[in-house]
């Protein structure tokens, strides 16, 4: 589980590099309050990643998530991925948690410890929904 999180938003990354996406990538507990503040402002797609602690997002996630919450960024897409070690209630918890966010959820993907080819996989086909949500936008 140690590093699972991570490893998940590297891959999300990468693929939506391939796809011609800039993204961002924000460790949540060092980073900025301002400077996530200026990025959320400029973003079409916002995915939240985050481990579970206690059937829940991080702290630092559910914190960034409040605040995300309160600006309202014209962000029009959504989704959120993450690890886990036995169960978890946080797509649940971080959904109800931006209903300022007038977004479409583009979907979850969880993967219980270590991320494997199957969540890999499903990190990819999230990457071509945005693509093609963007396209659509014409950000593309």
Known sequence: MHGSTEAMVDHLICALAERGIAS????????????????????????????TVLMGAHPSVIHATAVANVLRPKVRH?????????????????????PNLKVELLGTVLCK????????????????????????????
């Open 24 to 51: 961002e990538k924000f460790n949540l507990t060092v980073t900025d309050l301002g400077r996530l503040a200026v990025s959320l402002l400029d973003a079409a797609t916002l995915v939240i990643g985050s481990s």
């Open 78 to 98: 959504a989704a959120i991925i993450g690890s886990y070690g036995w169960a978890t209630k946080m797509t649940e918890q971080l959904t109800a948690m931006i």
């Open 113 to 140: 410890g270590l991320p494997q080819a199957d969540d890999l996989a499903a990190l990819d086909a999230l990457a071509d929904t945005i693509r093609d949500r963007h396209t659509a936008l014409g950000l593309l």
